[in-house]
């Protein structure tokens, strides 16, 4: 098992930034992915980006050249930095370890608007 914490969400005007942290509770070498997937209001949950045990990082393409995962293996946490953000990027955010089964954060609200 593994517990998530998502924090950092928060109201940013458009182009602005935002950092998002997830803390799991053991150690990122352990856990076979860490996936920062969204939930827009009315809509499915879909992967953003994503960091593998070996620290290769993955993004959907709305997500490349904006948003940065990475992780800190000291503190077992990965970060996802969004820069530019668009209204569309309005969502609950959670983070999501993939092992034998997934699991998921609480999850973090992120409002893009001015």
């Known amino acids: 098992q593994v517990q998530l914490v998502e924090s950092g969400g928060g109201l940013v005007q458009p182009g602005g930034s935002l950092t998002l942290s997830c803390r799991a509770s053991?150690?990122?070498?352990?856990?076979?992915?860490l996936n920062w997937d969204r939930q827009a209001p009315g809509k499915q949950r879909e992967l953003v980006a994503g960091?593998?045990?070996?620290?290769?990082?993955i993004y959907v393409d709305d997500a490349k050249g904006r948003f940065t995962i990475s992780r800190d293996t000291a503190k077992n946490t990965v970060a996802l930095q969004m820069n530019s953000l668009k209204p569309e990027d309005t969502a609950v955010y959670y983070c999501?370890?993939?092992?034998?089964?997934?699991?998921w954060g609480q999850g973090t609200q992120v409002t893009v608007s001015s």
């Open positions: 960091i593998s045990k070996g620290g290769i990082p």
């Open positions: 053991r150690s990122l070498f352990s856990i076979n992915a």
């Open positions: 999501n370890a993939l092992m034998l089964r997934s699991y």
